[in-house]
């Protein structure tokens, strides 16, 4: 739950403290509040991906969602995505509740962080208790970010969406 006065909230432990943040990527003085960012490859996009796009909308003042490129794509699952890059932008631009879309080339979380400067990331709880979550919870901690875990909608993902094709 947001508190505006006093910051982002998880289970009653301090997340990010919200007075006058700055836009660093503009320079401008405009205080912005919590930076979210949600990175995903957002291939196919479903009920899961709105569902974690919803939520991290609640939990912020200003939404930034990275498309991570195909090349990117590949490098981490050793595929590429369905849907191309500059058609997963436009999708993400157009459903309204994100602020912003930026490319994400990396699967290293602090790479993006220098250009975005966001509070707090968030991510799948299929994550949460991984060897993969606690590496991204440390290098978050590094800068100053928390990872905040949101349900992972079990019943739909792109990995099954993908599989249903092959069969189709």
């Known amino acids: 739950m947001t508190d505006m006065a006093s910051g982002l909230t998880d289970g009653g432990r301090l997340l990010a403290s919200v007075?006058?943040?700055i836009d660093l990527r503009s320079g401008s003085n405009e205080a912005i509040g919590v930076r979210?960012?949600?990175?995903?490859?957002?291939d196919m996009f479903h009920i899961g991906h709105l569902n974690i796009l919803k939520r991290a909308r609640r939990y912020c003042d200003?939404?930034?969602?990275?498309?991570?490129?195909d090349e990117a794509l590949f490098e981490m699952k050793g595929k590429y995505p369905v849907v191309a890059l500059s058609e997963?932008?436009?999708?993400?631009?157009?459903?309204?509740?994100?602020?912003?879309?930026?490319?994400?080339f990396s699967i290293d979380k602090r790479r993006v962080w220098q250009r975005v400067r966001f509070d707090v990331?968030?991510?799948?709880?299929?994550?949460?208790?991984?060897?993969?979550?606690h590496k991204l919870e440390g290098e978050m901690a590094e800068?100053?970010?928390r990872v905040h875990y949101f349900p992972y909608t079990r019943q739909t993902s792109s990995t099954e969406l993908r599989r249903a094709l092959v069969g189709y």
């Not at 997963?88 to 994400?104: C, K, M, Q, S, W």
């Not at 709880?125 to 979550?133: F, L, Q």
């Open 62 to 69: 200003y939404l930034v969602v990275g498309a991570v490129s």
């Open 19 to 21: 007075p006058n943040l």
């Open 88 to 104: 997963r932008t436009e999708i993400l631009e157009a459903i309204g509740i994100v602020d912003e879309v930026v490319p994400d």
């Open 143 to 145: 800068i100053g970010a």
């Open 36 to 42: 979210g960012y949600v990175p995903g490859a957002w």
């Open 121 to 133: 990331l968030f991510k799948g709880d299929d994550w949460k208790g991984t060897a993969k979550g």
